[in-house]
């Protein structure tokens, strides 16, 4: 979204330049080819990388901040200022409630699991940690753990991916908190082969019986 951004600004000066010395002059910017996107965190985590991870982490804060990543599916810099009135216990359940996100669906209740609650109970919020300290300490734990090619974003795909399993379409969106459920089937939504294994029953293997 920043690299948009600044193509667009970029695409407006140079407007802005053409118009005033020549009005003939192209504008180089719509010359350039759009760049392609990957979403963030190319790969999720699997559950047994997850249980790893924080298995290896040694720090509790950041063993909760990893719970949390894994099991609500937060954007990482929304985990990363979360404030202590966030955070709320209600009569069904530990909720988390954003006041700030980058959209109003971001700030949607997600539930708590008890795990990650109990984790969070242990440690003092406000954090005060910045992006550079928890890319690091990931990266540390990853080695630890012998995990390769995830990011902090992986955490979001796990979670992700792992709920696209139990729930609906419509129902994941929710718990992703997109504004689009096309982002949800494009990122988060994926049927392989055991899937479709399922779907038409089990492979009946051929026993030869020799001559």
């Not at 948009?4 to 140079?14: G, L, S």
């Not at 909760?64 to 937060?74: K, Y």
Request: proline share 6%; net charge positive; with cysteine.
């Amino acid at each position: 979204k920043a690299a948009i951004n600044r193509r667009a600004f970029i695409r407006a000066a140079i407007n802005k330049i053409a118009k005033k010395d020549d009005p003939y002059l192209p504008n180089v910017a719509e010359l350039a080819e759009q760049p392609s996107y990957s979403p963030v965190g190319a790969r999720a985590l699997t559950e047994q990388e997850v249980k790893t991870i924080i298995a290896k982490e040694t720090d509790p804060l950041c063993q909760a901040m990893w719970l949390m990543l894994a099991h609500t599916g937060l954007r990482p810099m929304e985990a990363f200022g979360l404030e202590p009135d966030e955070l709320k216990l209600e009569s069904d359940g530990a909720w988390v409630e954003l006041k700030v996100s980058k959209t109003q669906e971001g700030k949607l209740p997600i539930p708590l699991p008890d795990e990650v609650w109990e984790a969070w109970k242990g440690v003092s919020l406000p954090i005060g940690r910045s992006e550079t300290f928890w890319r690091k300490r990931f990266a540390k734990v990853c080695a630890l753990a012998k995990v390769e090619g995830a990011t902090l974003y992986s955490f979001r795909h796990y979670y992700g991916s792992s709920m696209a399993e139990k729930v609906r379409e419509d129902v994941l969106k929710r718990f992703m908190r997109h504004k689009d459920v096309r982002t949800t089937k494009t990122y988060y939504v994926e049927i392989n082969r055991q899937t479709l294994r399922d779907v038409v029953g089990p492979h009946k293997q051929e026993v030869q019986n020799g001559a």
